[in-house]
């Protein structure tokens, strides 16, 4: 099939407000009628449950943290991209714009991200106005910082807590609707299915984490906000619960899942330590802004890093990519950190690490002022390696990080199914192949306050308010699936735990499916997935009872998902010969190690359909027509 | 490093809950305090016991899900560090280590470490926001905020609400939390205009939830991971001071 994403034609800064002009509306008496359904209170699901509410729809919102004040866009780090232009550096729409298809490497749909970068500016102001104590300069104006892949400084932030700030004004405003009443919040559930009545999605089917109770929840219309799924790779810098089990079961009822193998390997995370690692860190990208990275030029060189003298220094990243230097894009930083790593010149235990040294940064502007931009950061990487990076450089490491890929949506956010949307980190999004750094705040931000609004009035129109109850067959034989895979997850008293098995798949997809790939890892990975699939249902133990809080259950679910979902990534990069932004397949380079596109062949957003456990999914393409790019080979050098 | 752990096990909220031993054995110093628990209860799980039940999520010090009270301290003893940040290397080998929940009138117990912090929430939903609607705002640089309320508001802004305060406070009192709110929004121009509502609202609410009242001992900032003030509870009173002036003088010209 081939896949429309129904942009509006006309002049790409027209087209938001042709579409704005173009949908319906639903009246003010009439939107109190309707029941939105939202699965996430990270910035998507928040921002979207508190403007849904407060133009008058009923909202009911499910996370599974005991507050929706706790998702995980609560730990991004280091700021929110807008096209302010504050700074007067040359930023615009456009600029902002262009390098966000530019560093997705052109695989990403131009219409999605003008709109995008159209309404940044409008987010910052929003932000503002809930209170985000954003930094500012002495003269009261906000600040502004550089991150990857521009050359503009367009970058917000609230010290190194912008995610967190962010949210909390998200929530606030949620707070505001709770206590109007028309916002229903439901910690500790987690969605376990999504309910489809006549092809159109019109519930979800939940399991309350307290008492373990199964219940069903019928809406007009639910939308996805359940972030990115970079766990299925078992370490990741993403929250423990962070999962795909929301998206996967939408895609087993029907709704295509686009682009699962774009998955962004972070350049700069604390290196593993140990076996027992349960997640890794991620050290913020602004700190590339004054941080340089590099390794010793010669092979095996265990001198402390201080005694390395400059000249025996090999500063990779300014040496390959000298216009962006330290802050290349991420993908690109990644690889080439993997690479001087494999050459042998890593540094730390195993080799695998390189520094990232601020020894210039403080000399230049004292340790006061460093401290003053990157403290919290500091103190975070001091409390994990006791090492205190104003005396000696931070080393630093790859680690899978965030989702480009997710749930395939239109121009509105609505997935192929009717009725069900898809925001923030969980769909397949604004950024290609590849997301710059304080994109995704931005995006998440971008669906919850300003799209959505629209998008959804569009649908709910055309739709009987309450047509489906929770009382229809559909919702009981949701029900009694879900109920049935939970008792069969505790009947099966294997002798293995959920995490050994979880650590198993991350190796597998870290080792074969990971930041370069080729078709024979990811064949390889194809049969291992698989049988490990087979180990889990047979030997996997899940103690205790489905009828009581049972976090060993809440994993064996999300683990069992990603257990399918692997595969489902393995098929999507094994299918897309090229290398594009952070899909890198070796046999697909240019001579110097760059990634080698194919447009002819791959300019398009690959949608996977389910077809039945185990069975190869279907691939359905939607062409990605460029009116205003011109399609150019990626360079930051 | 070997340890010798006691760990509050409670089935259910109505259950009576008690200490258990539990041996955590090659202990590695670079693996964190969760870390630790996470090697116990997989031990336990293999052995068909079940696990032990605690909070967590980011595992970075900002979500504010993790909530142990370790050898007597919320969040234990290391300064300024959530218990899922604070490392084993801060232990010695034969330490034995007492884990329990966060106890506060208004926490019930839900599960062993686990507990409801919901009254929490409902003060923040009592007035914890400024009443703008989405879109139709000036412009960010419209009004300057000075760097000085700036930096302020972000330092009270700070707070994860994990709750540490509330559980090391003898009388298990919200007031740290509810200041730090105050404060971040008040210190604001944007959240000036509702100030005086805002502290009556939240201060009400907090007062309705089970929590008791502040007596001073500043309990709370020595447990605070984020290093939250007392000065706030401070303002907190004064924009209280000065609500119930406003609201005299409304009463009197009336
Ligand atoms: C450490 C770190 C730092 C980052 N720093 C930055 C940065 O500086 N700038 C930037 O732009 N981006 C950054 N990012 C990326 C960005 O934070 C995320 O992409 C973004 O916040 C995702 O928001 P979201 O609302 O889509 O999802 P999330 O914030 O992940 O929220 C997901 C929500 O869904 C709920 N949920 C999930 N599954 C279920 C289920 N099955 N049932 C019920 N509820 C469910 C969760 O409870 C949660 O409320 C960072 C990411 C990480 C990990
Ligand atoms: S787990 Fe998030 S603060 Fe500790």
Redesign the pocket.
Known sequence: MILDGKCPSGPLSEKWEKRLHEMRLVGPANKRKFTVIV????????SASATLAELGYKVEV????DS?R????????????AAKNYPNDGDSVYRLFYDTVKGGDFRSREANVYRLAAVSSNIIDQCVAQGVPFARDYAGYLENRS?GGALVSR?F?ARGQ??QQL?LGAYSALCRQIKAGSVRVHPR????DLVVVDGEAKGIT?RNLITGEIASYAGDAVCL????Y?NVYCL????M???V??TY?AFKKGAFFANPCFNQI?PTCIPVTGEHQSKL??M???LRNDGRVWVPGKKGDKRPPKEVPEAERDYFLERKYPSYGNLSARDVASRATKEVCDEGLGVGPGGRGVYLDFADAISRLGEEKVRERYGNLFEMYEKITAEDAYKQPMRIYPAP???MGGLWVDYNLQSNIPGLFV????NFSDHGAN?L????????LA??YFIIPYTIADYLAATTPGKVKADHAEFGKSREDVDGRTRKLISLKGSKTVNELHRELGKIMWEYVGMSRSAESLRKALKLIPELRAEFWENVRVPGSGAELNQELEKAG?VADFLEFGELIAYDALHRNESCGAHFREEFQTPDGEARRDDEKFCYVAAWEFKGEGGEPELHKEPLVFETVRLATRSYK | MNLTLYIWRQKGPDETGKMERHDARDVSRDMSFLEMLDVVNEGLVKNGKEPVAFDHD?R?GICGMCSLVVNGVPHGRKEKTTVCQLHMRHFKDGDAIYIEPWRARAFPVIKDLIVDRSAMERIMYSGGYISVHTGGVPDGNAVLISKEDAETAMDAAECIGCGACIAACPNGSAMLFTAAKVSHLATLPQGRIEAAVRVCAMTEAMAGQGFGNCSNHYECEAVCPKGISVKFIAKLNREFMRAAFIKWKRERND
Do not use: K, W
């Open positions: 699965v996430g209170a990270g910035l998507a699901g928040t499910f996370c599974y943290q929706p706790r998702g995980h866009s609560i730990s991004a780090q280091g700021g929110i991209n991150f970058t932030y912008t995610g949210l559930t987690e969605m376990l939940t906000c359940s972030g990115g970079s990741s810098t993403n929250a619960g962070s999962n089990t929301a079961r972070h860190t991620l913020s990208e602004s990080h965030y989702a925001l923030g980190e969980a997301r750094g304080a994109s995704a705040l931005m995006q998440g669906d919850g999300r | 980011c970075e």
